[in-house]
Nanobody
């Protein structure tokens, strides 16, 4: 079982930066693909970024490419999302997610992820 706890959300002006962190429990973190997703009320949860076991492979949604960076620290069981040049349309609840250990595909679809955090609100004002 993997438990995920996000932190770092908040309110920021357009053009600003914010960093999210996700702390994972369990000894299998280093063999879990990790992802970030976001959701606004009335819309489906959408992919933001994902990272492979070692951190050597990353994937980003086109809407955040060049502005967001995903990284992980397997020694600390944490994954981070650095968000720069934020836009009002980035406003959402951001969720950290983990695939079951042993699955190597850096998936972009929420259904591939088995464990989810509680979410953290990010609000970007114009």
């Amino acid at each position: 079982q993997v438990q995920l706890v996000e932190s770092g959300g908040g309110l920021v002006q357009a053009g600003g930066s914010l960093g999210l962190s996700c702390a994972a429990s369990g000894r299998t973190f280093s063999s879990s693909v990790m992802g970030w997703f976001r959701q606004v009320p009335g819309k489906e949860r959408e992919f933001v970024a994902a990272i492979s076991w070692s951190g050597g492979i990353t994937s980003y949604a086109n809407s955040v490419k060049g502005r967001f960076t995903i990284s992980r620290d397997n020694a600390e069981n944490t994954v981070h999302l650095q968000m720069n040049s934020l836009k009002p349309e980035d406003t959402a609840v951001y969720y950290c997610a983990a695939r079951s250990p042993g699955h190597s595909m850096v998936a972009v679809t929420p259904t591939y992820y088995d464990y989810w955090g509680q979410g953290t609100q990010v609000t970007v004002s114009s």
